[in-house]
């Protein structure tokens, strides 16, 4: 009977044991807001869990609208005054990276790419340090 309880006991010891001595290391990794990965640790908990950086949206991302997506060849931009830097401007891109449209930006803009194709484009609006991308579909 005390053989059975001391296999139970060292049974139990050696599981806790083999887990800690044994575990297998885990990579984490830290990403900063535009999602390029800044950091690389090497972790002895698998089982740990982390709290994750929780990307605060900017003012400009809040109060930006840009409608209708997808359109038929024009578009509104509306950026209130209060946000709008001296140097607010949008580009537009096609898929290929080539840049097709650099404007001023103003409170409300109305924006016309009825003389390009259908398809996908990206606009990129830039407010002094911030910069905010939307992608636009044309059809």
């Known amino acids: ?6 296999l139970v006991f060292l049974v139990l010891l050696l599981s806790q044991i ?11 990794f830290d990403y900063d807001a535009d999602g390029n990965r800044i950091s690389r640790n090497v972790n002895d908990n698998c089982y740990e869990t982390k709290d994750y950086l929780e990307v605060e ?3 400009l991302v809040m109060d930006l609208s840009v ?4 359109t038929d060849g024009s ?3 509306i950026m209130p005054e209060s946000i ?23 409170d409300e803009t109305d924006v016309d790419i009825g003389n390009m194709p259908n398809g996908v484009y990206l606009l990129k609006i830039i407010n002094g340090e911030e910069t905010f991308s939307k992608i636009i579909v044309k059809h």
């Open 1 to 6: 009977m005390k053989t059975k309880y001391f």
């Open 18 to 28: 083999s887990h800690e001595a044994f575990a297998q290391k885990c990579l984490l």
């Open 57 to 59: 949206k900017n003012q």
């Open 67 to 70: 409608y209708p997506n997808p």
């Open 75 to 77: 578009f509104k931009i």
């Open 84 to 106: 709008r830097s001296e140097h607010s401007s949008y580009l537009i891109y096609d898929l290929n990276g080539v840049l097709l449209v650099e404007q001023v930006l103003a």
